[in-house]
C-alpha cells in the first residue's frame, strides 16, 4: 500500500494547471476551430517501424513506469528493454503543467498524458498524431476510450488510451443516510452536512459544479462543463461560493481526506476509488457511487514527442504498456481502470476490474473527464467565447478566500 500512495500522489497534480492553452494572450492555438475548438500544428504521423534506437525517454506519473527499484516485484519496465533492446528513461513528474513544460524541452520521447495537458501538447505541436496501425495492442483497447475530445482531433488520434477513473461521491454510511445518490448533499443550501464536507481543491472543481447545474438549472444551457460562458461560469462560481462555508476540508491529498473520513471529520465528499477502498480496508463504513448527475474524472493518454529522435522505441513502449500483462500491472499498482480489456485476466485481484468499472462504457459514458478549457467553447458554439483556465484559477482563488 505505501508505493500505492507514493504511486497515487502523482494523480493529485492532474487537475492543477497554472497554464492553459487558449489563456489570455496565448498563442498556443490557431486562429481556426478544429473539433476541439482550435486547429493543431499539422504534423504527420510516423509510417513505418525502423530499427530499434537503443532508448526511450519516458515522462510519466509516478507509478506510470516502474522498474522494480521501488518494489522488486513491481516492474514492467525491465521485460520491455529485454525484448525490444530499447532502455528505459523514466522522469516522473508531480503535475500536468510540470508535464507540459518538460515536453516543451524536447527532451522526453513520450509522456503520459491526463486530459487536462493533451490538448495543450496537441495545440502547441509538442506531440504529434499517433499511427495506431503501428500498435498491434491498440485493437485491443475499448473501443470508448479511442477518439475521444482529449486524445484525438477531427478524428485523428494523438495517443493511445491508458488507464481512466471518476471522481466519485463518498459518504459515511453510519453518519449520512439515506445513501445519497446525487451531488446535492455538498452543494444544497439545506444540506444537513454542513462542515462536515470534503472537496477537491483545485480550479477544475469548478466543472463538478457546472456537472451539477447542467442537470438541476437546465435553463443555464451547459452541454460540456468545461466549455462555460459568462453566465453559465458566474453560476458555477455562485454555486461554490455558497458551498464554500459548508466545506469542512479542501482536498488534495487523497489520504488526508481518507483520515478524515475515518475521523468522522468529513462525511461525505468527492473522492477517487482507492480512496474509498483504502479508507474501507482500514475499518471505516464508507460507500461510494457515481451521482444521478454523472461525475467528472480523468482519462490518460500516452503521447509521441514531435521532436522524438527515439520514434521506433516509443512505437514499441506504446504498444507494451497497453499490453494485457504490463496495462493490469500499471492499473492494478496505481488504482484505476485499464484500457486493454485482456488486462482484467492478467491483475492479482481479480475483482480489480469490476471494482473500477473496466469494459462498463455506460458507466464511463456518465464521466466528464478532465479537459483544459479555453476561449473556443468547446462544446462547438462559435457566438461566444468561454472562460479559458487562466480565468478558472483565478476564480478559484476568489473562491476559496
Not at 529485454?82 to 503543467?97: I, Q, R, Y
Not at 464536507?197 to 444551457?221: R, V
Request: with cysteine.
Amino acid at each position: 500500500m505505501k508505493n500505492r500512495k507514493l504511486a497515487l500522489a502523482g494523480l493529485l497534480g492532474a487537475g492543477l494547471l497554472v497554464a492553459a492553452c487558449g489563456t489570455s494572450g496565448s498563442n498556443s492555438t490557431a486562429a481556426a476551430p478544429g473539433g476541439q475548438g482550435f486547429t493543431p500544428p499539422k504534423l504527420d504521423a510516423l509510417t513505418q517501424l525502423g530499427r530499434p534506437e537503443g532508448q526511450v525517454n519516458v515522462l510519466a506519473w509516478p507509478g506510470y513506469a516502474e522498474n522494480g527499484s521501488n518494489d522488486p516485484a513491481v516492474d514492467w519496465v525491465t521485460p520491455f528493454e529485454k525484448e525490444t533492446g530499447c532502455k528505459v528513461n523514466v522522469k516522473a513528474f508531480g503535475t500536468s503543467d510540470e508535464a507540459v513544460s518538460l515536453m516543451k524541452t524536447g527532451q522526453y520521447d513520450v509522456v503520459s498524458a491526463s486530459g487536462d495537458a493533451s490538448l495543450r501538447l496537441i495545440a502547441s505541436g509538442d506531440v504529434e498524431p499517433v499511427n495506431t496501425s503501428l500498435v498491434p495492442n491498440y485493437a485491443d483497447v475499448f473501443d470508448f476510450l479511442k477518439n475521444r475530445p482529449w486524445n484525438s482531433v477531427n478524428n485523428v488520434s494523438y495517443g493511445v488510451p491508458h488507464g481512466w477513473g471518476a471522481n466519485l461521491l463518498t459518504w459515511r454510511t453510519d453518519k449520512v443516510t439515506p445513501p445519497p445518490t446525487s451531488w446535492s448533499v455538498m452543494f444544497d443550501a439545506n444540506s444537513p452536512y454542513k462542515g462536515k464536507i470534503s472537496a477537491y481543491d483545485s480550479p477544475i472543481y469548478i466543472a463538478d459544479a457546472a456537472l451539477y447545474l447542467k442537470t438541476h438549472k437546465p435553463e443555464l444551457g451547459i452541454q460540456n462543463p468545461y466549455a462555460l460562458d459568462d453566465k453559465q461560469f458566474q453560476a458555477a462560481v455562485d454555486l461554490l461560493k455558497q458551498q464554500r462555508p459548508m466545506v469542512g476540508e479542501y482536498w488534495s491529498d487523497y489520504l488526508k481526506e481518507s483520515q478524515a473520513l475515518k475521523s468522522g471529520d468529513s462525511v461525505v465528499g468527492t473522492a477517487w476509488q482507492v480512496t474509498v477502498n483504502l479508507t474501507k480496508s482500514e475499518g471505516a463504513p464508507v460507500d461510494s457511487v457515481l451521482p444521478s448527475e454523472g461525475a467528472t474524472g480523468w482519462s490518460d493518454t500516452w503521447m509521441v514527442s514531435a521532436k522524438s529522435p527515439h520514434k521506433t522505441c516509443s512505437y514499441k513502449w506504446l504498444n507494451h504498456i497497453v499490453s494485457p500483462k504490463a496495462n493490469a500491472q500499471v492499473a492494478e499498482y496505481f488504482g484505476e481502470s485499464p484500457s486493454n480489456p485482456k488486462a482484467c485476466a492478467e491483475t492479482k485481484e481479480k475483482a480489480h476490474c469490476d471494482t473500477f468499472h473496466a469494459g462498463d462504457a455506460a458507466y464511463a459514458a456518465k464521466i466528464a473527464y478532465w479537459t483544459t478549457p479555453i476561449a473556443q467553447c468547446l462544446d462547438g458554439r462559435t457566438d461566444v467565447k468561454c472562460k479559458d483556465y487562466g480565468e478558472w484559477t483565478r476564480a478559484w482563488t476568489e473562491i476559496k478566500g
